[in-house]
């Protein structure tokens, strides 16, 4: 590494990156090892309290001191929300690290990075300014429309655990995905296109107990763009608080590359786990999921499909299967299976005896998973939930005594040799995790950390019942790889969209890689609804094989088009498992 200082500035020449920063505004140029012009950088934070908005009035010059990696150059800078504040970017030889601090007292509403509020030079004028990127397409991990794999780098992005089916927030399928976005020049659909690299990446590089924000957004604005973090006024700082690194690099070869190494750095850093994975051989046998079926039942005949979870319902689905040899491993019981989601109860008159029935899948060879609900405070007392203003529970409050015994107690019966006897828990739901002002819960964790709080709980009671249990989550970050045994690559289709078609093999190969990525040990759940047509379905059916653990979500047909099953069909899907099972034992 090279450090020049030159009129008050610093210049500093890396193998990957050239950085010149300037010494009167808070301002640096960021290229590759190339010499193309990447970034314009605005050396701005606003980190916004309840206390009020976090401006910057003056921004001092640099000062660069040596450290072991490389250099640290730093800002002392004035706020209007807090006793001092301290912007600093940690060099190394091939990644720069932006980081902002804090002293004072305040709960956080807000983050900005690389941009902010700045009065500090007149000639600007006033107001929030942003950084600038020369990319023109940009990486999200975490899936949003299911229509595209990249987007234009001038619309925005989030990756976090708060989602839903509502206009706005259509990025559920991954709660969360790895916290990186990666941006290129070049107008490209194809992450796999040479004529897109080389990429630059944008990575939050923290640990899970620093994670106590809901969301991470890329925020563009009229060429220019920041980074936000949404704290929602529930991270308290008594002292000091130092955001988490964000991370820039340049040079990178290819997303899927950047997400490999994003987990791989973690790891080396002690900010995300290290898991020694000991699968069960049965967690790899080809997976059946009432849920599609219980939509085409719904679709066929009247009212909802959590109506359509019935003991009688998956008898003839499974009983239809077995006559055309299609005989899963693995049958998961969908919703609703329960009474309350918060207790999880079974419904005794959807699903009689269902401890019998249990045993007899074991009888025959097979395992039983029950779908969980996360976060829903159906059935449960408000001591043991998060609530709102008016005092009304808005989620189970992982943070609880209360929730916490409920929860193993309900886990032990659901999984152990006394209860149920059932052998793990489809996770789903994880997109709701409480968000918003005003509302209360009884520790410290928020967000990211506050959802990794809860499935922490499900994955230790889960294993304490029955330590075989497999838990199956839509987490594919390195942060949760310790509580979760296997990733499902979620739903197709957002089916709230008013075009809801998505390409089946191009949408879920994209998602399988990048789970594949960042933990080669993690097993993949491929799921299969919803499914726009039967072409897609067969498209679908042929690609499993190399992508995880096959997922069929249908017996007699596709609830969507509404086409009905023949015996071409399955074949194709005794075809498929075929398949699978011969890569599986290849790799045993």
């Given at each position: 590494m090279?450090?020049r200082?030159?009129?008050?500035g610093?210049?500093?020449?890396?193998?990957?990156?050239?950085?010149?920063v300037?010494?009167?505004q808070?301002?640096?140029?960021?290229?590759?090892?190339?010499?193309e012009?990447?970034?314009?950088?605005?050396?701005?934070?606003?980190?916004?309290?309840?206390r009020?908005?976090?401006?910057?009035v003056?921004?001092?010059p640099?000062?660069?001191?040596?450290t072991?990696?490389?250099?640290e150059?730093a800002?002392?800078?004035t706020?209007?929300?807090?006793?001092?504040k301290e912007?600093?970017?940690?060099?190394?030889?091939?990644?720069?690290?932006?980081?902002a601090?804090?002293?004072?007292?305040?709960r956080?509403?807000?983050?900005?990075?690389?941009?902010g509020?700045?009065?500090?030079?007149?000639?600007w004028?006033?107001?929030?300014?942003?950084s600038?990127?020369?990319?023109?397409?940009?990486?999200?991990?975490?899936?949003?429309?299911?229509?595209?794999?990249?987007?234009?780098?001038?619309?925005?992005?989030?990756?976090?655990?708060?989602?839903?089916?509502?206009?706005?927030?259509?990025?559920w399928?991954?709660?969360?995905?790895?916290?990186?976005?990666?941006g290129?020049?070049?107008?490209?659909?194809?992450?796999?296109?040479?004529?897109?690299?080389?990429?630059?990446?944008?990575?939050?590089?923290?640990?899970?107990?620093?994670?106590?924000?809901?969301?991470?957004?890329?925020?563009?604005?009229?060429?220019?763009?920041?980074?936000?973090?949404?704290?929602?006024?529930?991270?308290?700082?008594?002292?000091?608080?130092t955001?988490?690194?964000?991370?820039?690099?340049?040079?990178v070869?290819?997303?899927?590359?950047?997400?490999?190494?994003?987990?791989e750095?973690?790891?080396?850093?002690?900010?995300?786990?290290?898991v020694?994975?000991?699968s069960?051989?049965?967690?790899?046998?080809?997976?059946?999921?009432?849920?599609?079926?219980q939509?085409?039942?719904?679709?066929?005949?009247?009212?909802?499909?959590?109506?359509?979870?019935?003991?009688?319902?998956?008898?003839?689905?499974?009983?239809?299967?077995?006559?055309?040899?299609?005989?899963?491993?693995?049958?998961?019981?969908?919703?609703?299976?329960?009474?309350?989601?918060?207790?999880?109860?079974?419904d005794?008159?959807?699903?009689?005896?269902?401890?019998?029935?249990?045993?007899?899948?074991?009888?025959?060879g097979?395992?039983?998973?029950l779908?969980?609900?996360?976060?829903?405070?159906?059935?449960?007392?408000?001591?043991?939930c998060?609530?709102?203003a008016?005092?009304?529970?808005?989620a189970a409050d992982?943070?609880?005594?209360?929730?916490?015994?409920?929860?193993?107690?309900?886990?032990?019966?659901l999984?152990?040799?006394?209860g149920?006897?059932a052998?793990?828990?489809?996770?789903?739901f994880t997109?709701?995790?409480p968000?918003?002002?005003?509302?209360?819960?009884?520790?410290?964790?928020?967000?990211?950390?506050?959802l990794?709080?809860?499935?922490?709980?499900?994955?230790?009671?889960?294993?304490e019942?029955k330590?075989?249990?497999?838990?199956v989550?839509?987490?594919?970050?390195?942060?949760?790889?310790?509580?979760?045994?296997?990733?499902?690559?979620?739903?197709?289709?957002?089916?709230d969209?008013?075009?809801?078609?998505?390409?089946?093999?191009a949408?879920?190969?994209?998602?399988?890689r990048?789970?594949?990525?960042?933990?080669?040990?993690?097993?993949?759940?491929t799921?299969?609804?919803?499914?726009?047509?039967?072409?897609e379905?067969?498209?679908?059916?042929?690609?499993?094989?190399?992508?995880?653990v096959?997922?069929?979500?249908?017996a007699?047909?596709i609830d969507?088009?509404g086409?009905?099953f023949?015996?071409a069909?399955?074949?194709?899907?005794r075809?498929?498992?075929?398949?699978?099972e011969?890569?599986?034992?290849?790799?045993?």
């Amino acid at each position: 590494m090279e450090v020049r200082h030159q009129e008050g500035g610093v210049r500093i020449d890396t193998k990957a990156y050239r950085l010149a920063v300037d010494g009167a505004q808070p301002l640096a140029r960021l290229a590759d090892a190339a010499g193309e012009a990447s970034m314009r950088l605005s050396l701005l934070a606003a980190l916004d309290a309840d206390r009020g908005l976090d401006g910057t009035v003056a921004h001092g010059p640099p000062r660069v001191d040596r450290t072991a990696e490389g250099c640290e150059i730093a800002f002392a800078v004035t706020s209007t929300a807090w006793d001092t504040k301290e912007i600093r970017l940690h060099c190394s030889e091939d990644e720069l690290a932006f980081q902002a601090s804090v002293t004072g007292t305040g709960r956080l509403t807000g983050v900005r990075l690389l941009g902010g509020w700045y009065t500090g030079n007149p000639p600007w004028g006033g107001g929030e300014f942003h950084s600038q990127w020369s990319a023109r397409s940009l990486f999200d991990p975490s899936p949003d429309d299911p229509k595209r794999i990249l987007q234009p780098a001038a619309e925005p992005a989030t990756i976090g655990v708060v989602a839903s089916s509502q206009p706005g927030r259509g990025h559920w399928f991954f709660t969360p995905a790895p916290f990186l976005f990666a941006g290129t020049a070049a107008i490209a659909t194809d992450p796999d296109d040479p004529a897109a690299s080389p990429w630059t990446t944008l990575e939050l590089r923290c640990g899970i107990q620093a994670a106590t924000f809901s969301e991470l957004r890329y925020a563009p604005s009229l060429g220019g763009f920041s980074l936000e973090l949404a704290y929602e006024g529930a991270t308290a700082v008594d002292g000091s608080f130092t955001t988490p690194p964000l991370v820039i690099r340049t040079g990178v070869t290819s997303p899927y590359e950047a997400v490999r190494q994003h987990g791989e750095r973690l790891r080396a850093e002690g900010a995300a786990p290290r898991v020694a994975r000991s699968s069960q051989e049965w967690w790899t046998r080809p997976i059946f999921c009432g849920w599609g079926e219980q939509n085409r039942h719904a679709k066929l005949d009247g009212g909802h499909p959590t109506a359509a979870s019935r003991r009688d319902l998956y008898d003839r689905w499974l009983g239809t299967l077995a006559e055309q040899g299609v005989v899963p491993g693995t049958v998961v019981i969908d919703d609703r299976w329960q009474t309350t989601y918060g207790r999880n109860e079974p419904d005794e008159d959807r699903w009689p005896a269902l401890r019998g029935w249990i045993a007899d899948r074991h009888a025959a060879g097979q395992r039983v998973l029950l779908w969980l609900k996360a976060w829903d405070p159906e059935g449960l007392p408000a001591e043991a939930c998060v609530t709102d203003a008016l005092g009304r529970a808005v989620a189970a409050d992982p943070t609880s005594p209360t929730y916490e015994a409920i929860l193993r107690e309900s886990l032990g019966h659901l999984l152990g040799p006394d209860g149920l006897d059932a052998d793990g828990l489809k996770v789903d739901f994880t997109a709701q995790t409480p968000s918003g002002p005003g509302l209360r819960r009884r520790g410290d964790a928020w967000g990211v950390a506050l959802l990794h709080r809860l499935l922490a709980l499900v994955h230790r009671f889960a294993k304490e019942a029955k330590p075989e249990a497999l838990i199956v989550t839509h987490t594919p970050s390195p942060l949760f790889a310790d509580v979760t045994d296997m990733i499902r690559l979620n739903d197709l289709m957002r089916l709230d969209d008013l075009d809801p078609f998505a390409p089946a093999v191009a949408q879920m190969t994209h998602r399988a890689r990048v789970a594949a990525a960042i933990d080669p040990g993690l097993l993949i759940d491929t799921d299969d609804w919803c499914m726009p047509s039967k072409a897609e379905w067969r498209a679908y059916l042929s690609a499993k094989p190399s992508l995880g653990v096959p997922a069929l979500y249908y017996a007699t047909g596709i609830d969507h088009s509404g086409e009905g099953f023949d015996d071409a069909d399955y074949a194709a899907i005794r075809d498929s498992w075929a398949a699978w099972e011969a890569r599986r034992v290849q790799d045993a």
